[in-house]
């Protein structure tokens, strides 16, 4: 094996593995670092499913049609070439995942089993019964591991990402730590990717990992990398509380048959039902979560049931969700409803990058959570798992084609970042994050927020800062963005991705069009 092309991938989840097994097959030299182990990856976390346009239900589905759902759900802010790619693949991606051995859910006949998700009228969403996420990861640690016993993969465990290695807006490697000697690690390479999650450790009501702080994203952007579509932060509509955070009660509950309702005159009211009889429960997740956060200000509990699904239903696609349920919320979901209101699960936003999961600088890339990519202003259920293991794989693709005959760059001298923002500040900053962002935004709250942070140390409140000057600057409501104060979407101005820039001394705000489809 050829090791004389060196990539480094920074994150461990579904996007970094997916990245690693695809450079490595192609004979490079991979480091695969993270400050956690792959098992403790967001990525694992999830559950519901992951979305290709199989067809094994005889609904007549299409990669178009998928293509169609993911594009509307984005309210059209999402690259429709990159769309298209991404759903014309998933088909042969998630065949190809079930030779690797995810056990996905079958048909009596031995074909996938597929399961209707939020914005979709069809069935695509192929699950590993609630677990899907864990199943997935577990296949993609053992086809690296392969390669790890070949010495083509080396992991960093344990590392942090100090800063990137550079020449001007060229990247040359990273600059790692290691957590347990201390010792500065300093790693040159033709290619970087960064698949580092999301921000969930700058809010407390979220879904995700508080590990995910966004600390790579951060330092990339104090550097001068963008961040695009800041403000469109995805609230799961049915989440409980759990350990000072919040437990996700998967979509499959609603796309198994789980109804939403209030008590109104002493019955209950399938709001949902009644106001958007097309989709009902399985309307878009910007819409479902705004509509149950209307009735949680109100005062008002929101239940969903699932006391009418059939046994088998909890036993063959349900089992992780009951047992979590049992647990978390102390609730048998089989014979009662459960209460439930958002909490954020997802971002959409992050590092800018271009169809081929290119960045503005040279020979960097990224994927996954962390990466501006598929969704817009809303992602479908489903679609980020596709696209963290799609995206890893095309920008792995996009860097060895690119750094082919790049010779390996020289280690340069590199100032390292000032000091992390500390936990005290860190909880300072989410309080106001929390309150500023929610899933209904005003520009005076947005305002103040902005105002308290500023002068918070560190690059997280620098992100921080991004974010809230994106929500600030978009005066709008589309997706998971909505100002009560502009309520209406206006693609007269609108209509085009946000980008936060810092250069050394303040953030500036620009507006890019969204590229237009390829004939």
């Not at 609730?331 to 209460?339: L, M, Y």
Request: proline share 5%.
């Amino acid at each position: 094996m050829d090791m004389s092309q060196q990539m480094v991938i920074i994150g461990a989840g579904l996007a970094g593995l997916s990245a690693a097994y695809t450079a490595a097959r192609q004979g490079w030299q991979v480091w695969l670092c993270s400050s956690l182990p792959s098992e403790r990856a967001q990525s694992v976390m999830a559950e519901g499913g992951i979305n290709a346009a199989l067809d094994t239900q005889g609904q007549d589905d299409s990669p178009d049609q998928h293509e169609a759902d993911t594009l509307r759900a984005a309210c059209g802010l999402a690259d429709p070439n990159a769309v298209q790619a991404m759903t014309t693949a998933a088909p042969a991606l998630v065949e190809a995942l079930a030779d690797l051995g995810v056990p996905f859910n079958r048909t009596v006949d031995g074909q996938i089993d597929l399961r209707y998700f939020g914005g979709q009228k069809k069935k695509r969403t192929a699950f590993s019964q609630s677990d899907t996420g864990k199943q997935l990861m577990t296949a993609l640690i053992d086809a690296v591991r392969r390669y790890e016993g070949e010495g083509g993969v080396r992991r960093l465990a344990h590392h942090d990402f100090l800063t990137l290695l550079h020449d001007g807006t060229t990247c040359t490697g990273v600059c790692l730590r290691d957590t347990w000697s201390g010792e500065r690690c300093d790693l040159p390479a033709q290619a970087v990717v960064i698949a580092t999650g999301g921000l969930h450790g700058l809010f407390s009501y979220t879904t995700g990992s508080l590990a995910d702080t966004g600390a790579v994203t951060a330092e990339l952007f104090r550097l001068g990398l963008p961040v695009a579509n800041g403000e469109f932060i995805q609230y799961h509509p049915t989440t409980i509380a759990s350990n000072g955070k919040r437990m996700l009660v998967s979509e499959a509950a609603r796309g198994e048959g789980g109804r939403l309702w209030v008590l109104k005159k002493g019955r209950p009211w399938y709001f949902m039902e009644e106001k958007y009889p097309e989709l009902g429960n399985l309307m878009p997740r910007d819409v479902t979560a705004r509509e149950i956060w209307y009735h949680c200000q109100a005062g008002e509990t929101v239940w969903l049931d699932l006391t009418g699904l059939d046994e088998s239903v909890f036993s063959r696609k349900l089992a992780g969700l009951v047992a979590d349920c049992q647990l978390y919320g102390g609730v048998d979901i089989r014979r009662q409803p459960i209460a439930v209101s958002p909490g954020i699960h997802y971002f959409m936003g992050g590092l800018y990058v271009d169809e081929w999961h290119r960045t503005p600088w040279q020979h960097l890339y990224a994927a996954g959570e962390c990466a501006c990519q598929y969704h817009g202003a809303n992602r479908l259920g489903g679609n980020s798992l596709l696209g963290a293991i799609y995206g890893g794989r095309k920008a792995a693709c996009t860097a060895v084609e690119e750094g082919r005959e790049r010779p390996l760059p020289r280690i340069a001298q590199v100032q390292l970042p000032p000091a992390a923002t500390s936990p005290v500040q860190l909880a300072c900053l989410r309080q106001h994050l929390d309150q500023a962002l929610g899933v209904v935004r005003t520009g005076a709250v947005l305002s103040q927020a902005l105002e308290r942070i500023t002068a918070l140390p560190g690059a997280l409140p620098l992100l921080g800062r991004a974010l809230l000057q994106s929500a600030l600057g978009r005066q709008e409501s589309r997706g998971a963005h909505w100002r009560s104060d502009f309520p209406r979407r206006d693609d007269d101005r609108f209509l085009k991705t946000t980008l936060a820039v810092y250069d050394g001394r303040q953030i500036t705000l620009s507006y890019r069009p969204v590229p237009e489809k390829r004939g």
